[in-house]
């Protein structure tokens, strides 16, 4: 079954213990991504991949890190975590990287708390 | 980046058809209309895309105007399943200059019985 998984689906960790959300895809696709995502303000994306080892920031990308080594796996480290991200998480996946064809494949998400 | 505009929430009734309009006055040649609906605690979903006049599939229809200022998602005999979020996305991710993805706030619609 083609999907996108996160895990862990659930984590509640403190402040500063660094932590890592994996993500894989099992489409063979280039473009990955990285969302947050909190009461009132939509998605936000924190960082993307077009491919293998080419990864940019996207539009909150302070307090995060990604690698992009394989082309399946696309990880969301937090060195330090703090409280403000606390969030809900979610990885994306697309085949395309023009706009003919713009659909992402989401993950199930992952609910961060930070205390 | 093309920034978009939709309305907050909306409500409807179950049988009706349900038209949410999106505002994008910055749109730019390359840029394609896509719209996603998400269900609480669960990922975004594709549902339909464009790029102008109008689109159809399964589920919905998208309709165009040639200025492409502006999009219509139209859901047909919408149930009370369809209470969902709904969100406009404008972009075209295939643009060295423009690989960010910017989401607005959607549109929260409910479905009544």
């Known amino acids: 079954e083609a999907q996108v998984t996160q895990n862990p689906r659930y984590l509640i960790t403190v402040t500063g213990k660094k932590l890592t959300v994996t993500c894989s895809q099992n489409?063979?696709?280039?473009?990955m991504s990285w969302y947050r995502q909190d009461p009132g303000l939509g998605l936000r994306q924190i960082y993307y991949s077009m491919n293998v080892e080419v990864t940019d920031k996207g539009d909150v990308p302070e307090g995060y890190k990604v690698s992009r080594k394989e082309k399946r796996n696309f990880p969301l480290i937090l060195e330090s975590p703090s409280p403000n991200q606390t969030s809900l998480y979610f990885c994306a996946s697309s085949s395309e990287t023009s706009g003919a064809s713009y659909e992402q494949y989401f993950g199930p998400g992952t609910r961060l708390t930070v205390t | 980046l093309a920034k978009t505009t939709q309305p907050i929430s909306m409500d409807s009734y179950e049988g009706q058809e349900v038209n949410i309009t999106c505002s994008h006055n910055?749109?730019?040649?390359?840029?394609?209309i896509t719209w996603y609906q998400q269900f609480p605690s669960q990922g975004p979903r594709f549902i339909i895309q464009g790029y102008k006049t109008k689109v159809t599939n399964e589920v919905a229809s998208l309709f165009i105007p040639a200025d492409r200022k502006s999009s219509t998602l139209s859901l047909p005999r919408v149930s009370l399943s369809d209470t969902a979020v709904y969100y406009c996305?404008?972009?075209?991710?295939?643009?060295?200059?423009?690989?960010?993805?910017?989401w607005g706030a959607g549109t929260k619609l409910i479905i009544k019985p």
């Open positions: 996305l404008v972009g075209d991710i295939g643009s060295p200059s423009n690989y960010q993805l910017i």
């Open positions: 910055n749109i730019a040649t390359n840029d394609y």
């Open positions: 489409m063979n696709h280039e473009y």
